[in-house]
């Protein structure tokens, strides 16, 4: 039997208590390392096998260990399409498969400042810019949520971790190259800092403010709101600094 995960924002005490059953039981433990910079670093003193994007989109040797096998995924399991072709390979090869469920940051980080499920658009990915490395299509997206009302869960770069001041000073560059009118000193935006573990900190202010706060660490998340629902905007006044 193969067992998906999934640790929650906060491994191990986010572990559920049927996922802790099924890892007690468990032959082997592998550990996704490149979902979270937070994954599971030890378990109960047991060996653990860490993973990395590579290992794990090359998962052959996974189907040669034998035993219960468990894969441990930051967040919920299929978040990431990697480990959805390990499940969909496992059925295809009549293996038995259980899948454990657990948060993430979909569609917590916007349910969390308080904004409505239902107006949630697609999700942005900000990668670290370089010099031979600056796609427009984080802004293009962000746009396109805007023009349909959508709030915009901004996922930001974990290799490494991106900073509050990176993410931002990217976001304000590609409003000077597209000049689209998104974002400026005073637009207003969520950031969630270590959602779901001891040092959560939510703040809601302009970019200009968050440009100078030095307390956001990561993993960060940043919220763009679309239009929002009176009570939307009530809830956000909770986080306003």
């Known amino acids: 039997m193969i067992g998906f995960i999934s640790a929650g924002f906060n491994p191990p005490a986010s572990l559920t208590m049927e996922e802790i ?56 399991s299929f978040s990431a399409t990697t480990h959805f072709n390990i499940y969909s390979e496992a059925v295809k090869r009549n293996l038995e498969v259980k899948v454990f469920h657990n948060a993430t940051i979909v569609p917590l980080a916007a349910t969390r400042l308080g904004l409505q499920l239902y107006k949630i658009g697609p999700v942005v990915s900000l990668p670290r810019f370089s010099e031979k490395f600056h796609p427009t299509s984080p802004y293009e997206k962000i746009k396109r949520n805007k023009e349909m009302k959508l709030h ?21 560059l590609l409003e000077k190259e597209m000049k689209e009118g998104l974002f400026n000193s005073t637009t ?23 440009l100078s706060e030095s307390g956001l660490k990561p993993p960060l ?14 809830n956000l006044s909770i986080f306003n600094f």
């Open 188 to 210: 207003k935006i969520g950031v969630i800092s270590c959602l779901g573990m001891p040092e959560e900190t939510i703040k809601f202010s302009t970019m200009e403010r968050l």
């Open 21 to 76: 059953d099924f890892l007690d039981s468990s032959d082997k433990i592998i550990v996704d390392t490149f979902t979270s910079p937070f994954y599971l670093k030890s378990y109960k003193n047991r060996d653990l096998i860490f993973a990395d994007r590579e290992k794990l989109e090359n998962y052959e040797w996974i189907f040669q260990l034998e035993g219960r096998i468990a894969i441990i995924i930051s967040g919920d």
């Open 152 to 172: 915009t869960i901004i996922l930001l770069d974990i290799s490494p971790p991106m900073t509050i001041n990176e993410a931002l000073e990217e976001l304000l």
């Open 221 to 234: 998340t940043i919220v763009i709101p679309g239009d929002l629902h009176f009570q939307e905007e009530e």
